[in-house]
């Protein structure tokens, strides 16, 4: 069964820097190319990135491209998304999904960025 756990949310200033994580379990994390979302408060799921498999390439929607990047580690199943230049309307609910389990979805992890 595969679970996908996402970590490291919490309460930013404008401005800051934030690494979000999540940890892939139940399948071969190093076949298969990962993306994030986000959910802001009352608004879709949006995707904001993707990584591929081996992580040598990326792709970043026009909203957080260049101050988002997305990397990953196969010793640890898990895939990062370092977040700068936080601004406020970056508040949401970060989703990671795995594109070897579509079907499946974590929790999330939750953080604020405060003027």
């Known amino acids: 069964q595969v679970q996908l756990v996402e970590s490291g949310g919490g309460l930013v200033q404008a401005g800051e820097s934030l690494r979000i994580s999540c940890t892939v379990t139940?399948?071969?994390?190093?076949?298969?190319?990962m993306a994030w979302f986000r959910q802001p408060p009352g608004r879709q799921r949006l995707f904001i990135a993707h990584?591929?498999?081996?992580?040598?390439?990326?792709r970043y929607a026009d909203s957080v491209n260049g101050r988002f990047t997305s990397s990953r580690d196969k010793a640890r199943n898990t895939v990062y998304l370092q977040m700068n230049d936080l601004k406020p309307e970056y508040t949401a609910v970060y989703y990671c999904?795995?594109?070897?389990?579509?079907?499946?979805w974590g929790p999330g992890t939750k953080f604020t960025v405060s003027s």
């Open positions: 999904h795995s594109a070897g389990a579509p079907d499946v």
């Open positions: 139940g399948h071969t994390f190093s076949r298969y190319s």
């Open positions: 990584i591929n498999w081996s992580g040598t390439d990326t």
